[in-house]
């Protein structure tokens, strides 16, 4: 701590729902395309118990829930055997660490191309229209992802199936419980938001009628898992992959709400300022406390926080926790390097964020050297 520091708001307890956590600060899920042919593999052990402490919760990386559900080359998945075994190893060095670890339940969507696909077909979605812009809002690589194919009425309950399987799977795996990817423009955020759902049935449509999947899914595994194992990641502001939502604070608190009646542990909210995956605009006309206020649960907020902003939102109410995505990924010691409150962090590579080697970019990431505070 600096001189005059008394408290650091973001390495206080907090009592989330039966979990003790001894800090505030999560690691965010992290896509590092380092799981070979979407099976997890040994070095990920090493990588997430790097960034273990006693007590701390961690989010892992998006887990395709079924053979339709990936969109990038390298990424896990949890709905098979040999994935739920592979898991296992890793679950186990987070839980030797003392760490909390949930994993997070993932379907691409549209956001898909037809080499991830069974026999080449196309990737599915609420609708059949193709991406105008990919993740990091660039129109020339959409043209690489084909047009949909939208999912019939009756198809939707098997893909809801899925999920709640896949929930069962990292169970199995001993993950202390699960997050459900509802954000970053894939497949449930795709019926979410009105600038892509272009459905007449009773999944598109109005607020409520969008909103029905997604719920749909959260309510199949909280039953099958329980509800206090259970949180959820949103975007309502965000256009990435091309999904964007007229009404952002409406959809954002008509989810918070529902998601109150159904119980679950926490809602995870990227900030409205991350205009991009990457970049954040200094300005928004958009605040996540509307919909802060309306959840009942633990409340995470995520959006390119250093140190003294993460303490703010903690501080202030704004949040409960504060999840970390580049800055954790580049600094596995990140809550002794805020507990220091040191100058020295290393710098995020964006050039090995999703490359598929072993080591490089994932777990050479070095450790702070001098302790001395500042």
């Not at 894939?186 to 938001?193: A, E, R, V, W």
């Not at 999944?203 to 409520?208: C, I, K, P, Q, T």
């Not at 919909?291 to 949040?319: L, M, P, Q, W």
Request: aromatic share 10%; proline share 7%; net charge neutral.
């Amino acid at each position: 701590m600096r001189k005059g520091e008394t408290t650091v708001p973001l390495l206080t307890p907090y009592k989330m729902g039966n979990f003790n956590l001894s800090h505030r600060i999560v690691l965010a899920p992290l896509t590092r395309s380092r799981s070979y042919n979407f099976v997890p593999q040994p070095h990920a052990v090493l990588y997430y118990s790097q960034r273990t402490t006693k007590a701390a919760f961690l989010i892992g990386e998006a887990s395709g829930v079924s053979p339709t559900a990936q969109g990038y080359p390298n990424t896990p998945g949890i709905w098979t055997r040999e994935q739920v075994d592979a898991w296992k190893p890793i679950v186990k060095g987070v839980h030797e660490k003392g760490g909390i670890f949930f994993c997070q339940l993932w379907h691409a969507g549209r956001v898909s191309k037809h080499e991830f696909q069974a026999q080449g077909k196309p990737p599915i979605s609420c609708t059949d229209k193709r991406l105008r812009k990919d993740i990091a809002n660039n129109a020339a690589a959409a043209h690489e992802y084909p047009p949909p194919r939208r999912l019939s009425t009756d198809e939707i309950p098997m893909i809801v199936n899925d999920f709640k399987i896949a929930a069962m799977n990292a169970m199995e795996a001993g993950f202390d419980g699960v997050e459900i990817h509802g954000a970053n423009g894939y497949l449930l955020d795709q019926f979410l938001k009105d600038k892509v759902n272009d459905r007449d049935d009773q999944y598109g449509g109005s607020l409520e009628n969008r909103c029905r999947f997604p719920l749909e899914v959260v309510k199949a595994v909280a039953d099958e898992i329980g509800a206090d194992k259970v949180g959820v990641r949103l975007s309502p502001f965000a256009d990435y992959n091309d999904c964007e939502d007229s009404d952002p604070q409406g959809l954002g608190i008509y989810m918070a709400e529902s998601l109150n009646q159904l119980g679950i542990l926490y809602c995870h909210m990227i900030e409205p300022r991350m205009v991009t995956q990457f970049n954040k605009s200094n300005t928004t006309k958009w605040s996540l406390m509307p919909i802060r206020k309306a959840f009942k649960g633990t409340f995470i907020v995520a959006g390119g926080y250093d140190r003294s902003e993460g303490n703010s939102a903690i501080a202030s109410g704004a949040a409960d926790l504060v999840a970390y995505g580049r800055l954790f990924l580049a600094n596995p010691d990140l809550p002794k390097r805020f507990e220091l409150n040191v100058d020295d962090y290393n710098h995020p590579d964006p050039t090995t964020f999703y490359s598929h080697h072993p080591v490089i970019g994932y777990t050479d990431y070095p450790f702070l050297q001098n302790t001395t505070t500042n």
